[in-house]
């Protein structure tokens, strides 16, 4: 039995069908071809495949994928519009030196878009709970914090814009 | 080397942005028509001979196309002692041992497969304590060596040592001497992108494997042999490597695995992927070494260190990985670190049947490095000298050769010294906080710089191809893995040429299309493939300039009359070109050639592509590709003697932490750490500070939180539900990172590798500011509450108030 989806994906409207106990991860990088989500350790551990369903960071190595269903999932391709260029945090994480192997930028920028959208300026304190469950190997995480904030200031400084 | 124009500014990296968009390919994220899924069936046991497998269910399982066991398959052995069977035969020697494997055309039909594999097994005696694996009577891990000998005792044939000068004698002519053992646990190098690889044969039997490796020559090398293991010996072996999700250090060996997935391809006809799940890769991947060190160190009534004796116990598992190796690189901080005039080292690497290890960042030297620096901390209290004086009396310096013959060119670990003494306030706070239960605590390090020779070859080659429209591709075997490899290669190619950073473009790493490098370890990768760099640009420009000297008049001609063109008022500009130019009359930067007499008249400069183009497409025409191949002046030490000068060159450094402790809780604070490093030269500051920042982590999670658990051979702790390395919350306190640029004369723009460095000194620098803070030492990492409390507790029975 499978469970036929309707959802946007990246602004997009997408309909696929699902087993019961599909992973959103699973929809999303083996039926849909979206790969820029990661697994880490598919046990909610890593935050490597944090994508945003409707707004909100969750691990879609544990969210069930018929959940998506009429909802709005974005994911680590949904952030540059084509022709575009990279969006601000982007931007801010490759000119802030916060990628290294970037196996966990995917995870950690969506992250950090969940939490500028909710609130532009935030304190450190907020964006190391926002980011404390998205592990990286690589960085020791000092120029992640410093590329949020970099994009927290650039976005307010071109206020009005939506965390691309 | 007074005007550079790229070297030490922040260019973005160029792999960021397909990282940050989700468009960079990791072998998780790689597959090709016609793939079917590899899933390796490991023991139950940790001994025990394997009396039978039954397969038949899973060959039954619809979708399964090939299951093979170590009795179906020719005999594949691999390994630094080639004592590791692809699949094993008769007898299992560790817990993760490689039974039996499944190709099927999706993973979970692999893993039900897998499932359905039985095993009857007969156990067999275990050691898995590494003194215990030496006693006598102590079962052996293997009975025979890889030729087939047998083996009398579970200690490897890999002997380490050193000795220089006459050890008793120092020992009784020294005022003060301490002693203490130190011990590390297992550690888990935690890429966050899995292991796995794809392995496809053409139907001549070529094979292509994209591996997660470091070593993509190395393991072509292996391969080749598994290729003749199988009957089909001078067959191609193409290794390309995708975007690494990490490596530090796993992928500086070929592993079972790779060879189950070449086994499966060539039994199926099909690609096959295998790829671990993060359970796998803590359970069946080889993690960092677990050591005893045992250290002795003495100085006389100022403070002058006169001798050092280190005996180092290292479990080694039940196979052999490069990472058996580690003493050869623990004899660095042994012999070098500070001037002694005596040293004594000896290291025993035993068999167990523990999971067999492999290397991780800093290899063996952090191992050490917390032994010495504890073991110094511990020596200069009873010396009754300040922690910072006594490291400052003994410390390294320029022109100095080690006992080990490590020839210092640069140096700059007084300076590193002082610098973290003024960042930690050393004088204002050492040893006055304890009241308030914070103390400061630093420690230094030496490690290779310029390459590290443990192999005949240390070399590095590139190629650098121009093409018609002025860009140069890169193709290195050098292998970026997230440290920024390829940012220090655009700007070391455009500085070392002279052209943009953005007409700089870096192959991926394939053996079809790069030349041979020994592999990225050692800190050696942007230092080695930057040397090469330099000797391949310098032939591109003397080609390019002799090309020049015939054509340079001509295409300026062509300058001057398009301008004429455009503008009948232009007057060319004043100044006559020599009527016969010389190679040395030019210069070439920022994609154009020009005379050095006059670099600015835009009418004298020729881009490099029309160059370019017009010895291309003309009568005999010729193409701009140069080659090079970098071996560094060192030599390959004599592992016995323990001497021989390894690297090109030396890095030092030295970090400081301050802590606060809780003595209720064991928790420790830390309340900022400074990190710095005699890194030569500057290339750029954003990569390099961000590998400090990255390694200076681990060294945290080294020091307080990871250990992978064991019991009686089984790790019990899988996963980052149990296994903790830092979070950005963990990470949350001042760090400050500075660069000592000693400019060294061997090394590219002066530059000496920093890979490794930064978590080499960290741990003990913890553990002695945690010593300051509340006055016990912790000799057995991670430093957890529980031991705090443990060690509180002891101290207050011993010394009841
Ligand atoms: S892969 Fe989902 S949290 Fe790690
Ligand atoms: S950049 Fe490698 S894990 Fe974060």
């Known amino acids: 039995m499978k469970i036929p989806l309707d959802f946007q994906l990246n602004g997009h409207p997408t309909t696929a069908e699902v087993h019961p106990g599909a992973r959103l991860i699973d929809l999303l990088r083996d039926t849909l071809g979206l790969t820029g989500t990661k697994e880490g350790c598919g046990e909610g551990e890593c935050g490597a495949c944090t994508v945003l369903v409707d707004g909100r960071p969750v691990n879609s190595c544990l969210f069930?994928?018929?959940?998506?269903?009429?909802?709005?999932?974005?994911?680590?391709?949904?952030?540059?519009?084509?022709?575009?260029?990279?969006?601000?945090?982007?931007?801010?994480?490759?000119?802030?030196?916060?990628?290294?192997?970037?196996?966990?930028?995917?995870?950690?920028?969506?992250?950090?878009?969940?939490?500028?959208?909710?609130?532009?300026?935030?304190?450190?304190?907020?964006?190391?709970?926002?980011?404390?469950?998205?592990?990286?190997?690589?960085?020791?995480?000092?120029?992640?914090?410093?590329?949020?904030?970099?994009?927290?200031?650039?976005?307010?400084?071109?206020?009005?814009?939506?965390?691309? | 080397m007074s005007s550079l124009r790229h070297i030490g500014r922040d260019l973005p990296r160029p792999d960021a942005p397909d990282k940050a968009t989700g468009k960079a390919l990791y072998i998780c994220d790689l597959s090709?028509?016609?793939?079917?899924?590899?899933?390796?069936?490991?023991?139950?046991?940790?001994?025990?001979?394997?009396?039978?497998?039954?397969?038949?269910?899973?060959?039954?399982?619809?979708?399964?196309?090939?299951?093979?066991?170590?009795?179906?398959?020719?005999?594949?052995?691999?390994?630094?002692?080639?004592d590791n069977l692809a699949l094993k035969k008769g007898r299992v020697r560790q817990f993760r041992d490689e039974i039996a494997a499944v190709a099927a055309t999706d993973p979970d039909i692999a893993a039900e497969a897998v499932e359905l594999i039985e095993v009857e097994y007969e156990p067999l005696p275990a050691v898995f304590c590494p003194r215990q694996a030496l006693e006598e009577d102590a079962p052996l891990v293997h009975e025979r060596d890889a030729s087939g000998r047998p083996r009398k005792s579970n200690r490897l044939a890999l002997e380490v040592g050193h000795a220089t000068g006459d050890l008793a004698a120092a020992r009784a002519a020294s005022r003060h001497v301490v002693e203490g053992e130190f011990t590390t646990p297992l550690i888990q190098q935690s890429c966050m992108g899995t292991a796995g690889c794809i392995a496809r044969f053409d139907a001549r039997d070529n094979l292509t494997l994209w591996a997660k490796t470091q070593i993509p020559f190395l393991a072509q090398r292996d391969f080749r042999g598994a290729l003749a293991a199988m009957g089909l010996a001078g067959r191609e072996c193409r290794v390309i490597v995708p975007t690494l999700g990490g490596a530090f250090g796993t992928g500086l060996d070929t592993h079972a695995y790779e060879y189950i997935a070449i086994l499966l391809a060539h039994r199926t006809g099909r690609p096959v992927k295998i790829l671990y799940d993060r359970r796998e890769e803590f359970a069946c991947l080889s993690p960092r070494q677990s050591s005893v060190v045992h250290v002795e160190q003495g100085c006389d009534e100022n403070g002058k260190l006169t001798f050092r004796d280190v005996r180092v116990l290292q479990?080694?598992?039940?196979?052999?990985?490069?990472?058996?190796?580690?003493?050869s690189v623990m004899l660095l901080p042994a012999t070098s670190l500070y001037q002694v005039p005596v040293v004594s080292f000896r290291a025993d690497i035993v068999y167990t049947n523990n999971t067999y290890c492999q290397a991780m960042r800093g290899y063996g030297n952090p191992e050490l490095t917390w032994a010495i620096e504890s073991n110094l901390d511990e020596l200069a209290e009873v010396a009754g000298i300040d922690a910072l004086d006594l490291r400052r009396i003994n410390v390294n310096r320029p022109g100095e050769v080690t006992p080990m013959g490590l020839k210092v060119t640069s140096c700059g670990l007084e300076q590193c010294l002082e610098t973290v003494g003024r960042k930690l306030r050393w004088s204002e706070r050492r040893g006055k906080q304890r009241g308030k239960r914070r103390g400061v605590g630093l420690a230094s390090l030496v490690h290779v710089g310029g390459g590290g020779r443990i192999y005949r070859s240390d070399g590095s080659g590139v190629i650098l191809r121009f093409d018609d429209y002025g860009n140069v591709h890169v193709s290195t075997g050098a292998v970026e893995m997230g440290q920024g490899l390829h940012a220090a290669l655009v700007v070391g190619v455009a500085e070392a040429v002279g052209v943009r950073p953005e007409q700089v473009f870096i192959n991926q790493t394939d053996?079809?299309?790069?030349?041979?490098?020994?592999?990225?370890?050692?800190?050696?990768?942007?230092?080695?493939?930057?040397s090469a760099v330099m000797i391949a640009a310098k032939k591109a420009r003397e080609k390019i300039f002799r090309f020049a000297a015939g054509a340079f008049a001509g295409e300026v001609g062509r300058n001057i009359e398009k301008r004429r063109k455009k503008n009948p008022d232009y007057r060319p500009p004043d100044f006559d070109l020599p009527a016969s130019l010389e190679p040395e009359h030019f210069d070439l930067a920022d994609g154009e050639v020009f005379l050095t007499a006059a670099p600015d008249d835009p009418a004298l400069r020729v881009g490099l592509d029309r160059l370019l183009r017009a010895m291309h497409f003309c009568r005999g025409g010729d193409m701009l590709t140069v080659e090079a191949f970098y071996d560094p002046p060192t030599e390959l030490p004599d592992w016995q003697k323990g001497r021989g000068n390894m690297s090109a060159t030396y890095a030092y450094g030295a970090q400081g932490a301050a802590v606060e402790v809780d003595t209720d809780t064991g928790e420790v604070t830390l309340l900022g750490v400074v990190a710095v490093h005699d890194v030569g030269r500057v290339l750029n500051r954003q990569t390099l500070e961000g590998q400090i920042y990255g390694a200076l982590a681990q060294g945290i999670g080294?020091?307080?939180?990871?250990?992978?658990?064991?019991?009686?051979?089984?790790?019990?702790?899988?996963?980052?539900?149990?296994?903790?390395?830092?979070?950005?919350?963990?990470?949350?306190?001042?760090?400050?990172?500075?660069?000592?640029?000693?400019?060294?004369?061997?090394?590219?723009?002066?530059?000496?590798?920093?890979?490794e460095p930064g978590l080499v000194p960290t741990a003990p620098a913890i553990a002695n500011a945690i010593y300051d803070a509340i006055g016990v030492r912790i000799r057995d990492l991670p430093i957890t509450p529980e031991k705090i409390l443990a060690a509180l507790a002891t101290r207050a029975e011993r010394k009841p108030r």
């Open chain 2, 32 to 82: 090709l028509p016609g793939m079917l899924h590899g899933k390796i069936k490991f023991s139950e046991h940790a001994s025990a001979r394997i009396v039978h497998i039954d397969t038949s269910k899973a060959e039954r399982l619809p979708g399964v196309r090939a299951v093979l066991t170590g009795e179906n398959v020719p005999e594949v052995r691999f390994g630094f002692m080639r």
């Open chain 2, 315 to 327: 479990d080694n598992g039940a196979y052999t990985s490069w990472g058996a190796t580690y003493p």
């Open chain 2, 511 to 530: 053996t079809a299309t790069c030349p041979w490098d020994v592999g990225t370890h050692a800190s050696r990768g942007a230092y080695m493939a930057l």
């Open chain 1, 64 to 164: 069930p994928a018929p959940e998506v269903d009429g909802s709005e999932v974005v994911t680590i391709e949904g952030l540059a519009e084509p022709g575009q260029g990279l969006s601000i945090l982007q931007q801010a994480f490759v000119e802030g030196g916060a990628i290294q192997c970037g196996f966990c930028s995917p995870g950690m920028i969506l992250a950090a878009k969940a939490l500028l959208d909710r609130n532009p300026d935030p304190e450190e304190g907020e964006i190391r709970r926002a980011l404390a469950g998205n592990l990286c190997r690589c960085t020791g995480y000092v120029q992640i914090v410093g590329a949020v904030r970099a994009a927290s200031r650039k976005l307010r400084a071109s206020a009005g814009e939506e965390v691309r």
């Open chain 2, 702 to 755: 080294y020091a307080l939180y990871e250990e992978i658990l064991t019991e009686r051979g089984r790790i019990l702790n899988p996963g980052f539900t149990d296994y903790k390395i830092p979070t950005v919350a963990e990470m949350a306190f001042p760090i400050e990172v500075e660069f000592v640029e000693t400019n060294d004369e061997q090394g590219p723009f002066g530059a000496k590798g920093v890979g």
